[in-house]
């Protein structure tokens, strides 16, 4: 009895905190999942103002590194370093004061620097755009007033791919130069011309592809050059499954919860992460070479790559001389030179 009667005597407070926070919760942040036709995202209101997904697991808005260069992107809302999954251009932030995105009027989607210029656009004026939409995928795309898709974030991935996103011979997944940026770096995920998935380093002297391992044939490795769909995909479940005869699964396979990516890391190994919900850290569920050192180019020009004694180092011929770049002390940012 007396519970109850605790119970009833503070509804009414709970009911008046419960409004007051969700007044202010309406007042500090404005997500929503649609942007209108004729409506703008400002990066001044990035904190604040962007576009999630209906279940949260995704935002779409201006991702900051540093003061003043911001990035249209979409990222893992829960995961603790807000992981970026896909980028409009990578390789131009905008200034933190004056840019925006635009819904335009004309049915285009379009970023703009603070001096106007055109940072990169969804090339869809003339169509009936009425609205950009996030999805639960991670899928940012624009919808005629029928909803049928013009266009779709899933068409032009960045370095990730995510679960029931379709990967094919007209698209690739390019890795970051180093951590912390996001300029394309040198490896990549591709289909080649024989519709086999390989990952190659490709900088501007040098290209070499380094998997499937390269001293086996197509067939040695497993796979077929006799299906040209040039297709793969990565299921809700955490399997991959791909048209050259790739298949792999995620260590926790099964669990429909679990959100995943595929990623072309900066280190140039492919890897599987499964979001950890209560740490929001990522954990390797599967990875395209368990050996590091047998990513080409991984230490750089000239660089040598060895296990001291587990983990890999990175080290310079005799008689060379080096340093590092900006960001590095393993990774392909080693400068070896006579
Ligand atoms: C839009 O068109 C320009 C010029 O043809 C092209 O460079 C750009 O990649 C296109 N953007 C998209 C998102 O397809
Ligand atoms: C080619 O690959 C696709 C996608 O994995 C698959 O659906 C199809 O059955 C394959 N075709 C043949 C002939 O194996
Ligand atoms: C968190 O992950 C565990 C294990 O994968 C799962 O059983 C649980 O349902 C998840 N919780 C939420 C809230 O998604």
Known sequence: MRHQALTFSNFPTLLICLLV??????ESSESQNLLQRGSSLSVEDSSHVYLTSPDKTFTCGFYSLGENAYWFSIWFTNSKDTTVVWMANRERPVNGKGSKVSLQKNGDL???????????????SSTGADRAELLDSGNLVLKDIDGNTLWQSFDFPTDTLLPNQPFTTRQKLVSRSGPGAFASGYFSLYFNDENVLRLIYDDPDISSVYWPNPDYDVFQNGRTKYNSSGVAVLDARGHFLSSDNLQFSALDMGGFRIKRRLTM?????????????VTGLWIVSWLALL????????CGRNGICTYAPHKPKCSCPPEFEFYYQVGGSFSQDLVCHL
């Open 110 to 124: 379009v970023l703009k620097d603070v001096d106007g210029s055109v940072i990169w656009t969804t090339n869809t």
């Open 21 to 26: 926070s969700l007044f202010t919760s309406f």
């Open 265 to 277: 890391d900066y280190d140039g190994n492919l890897r599987l992460y499964s979001l950890n919900n």
């Open 291 to 298: 050996q590091q050192c047998q990513v080409h180019g991984v």
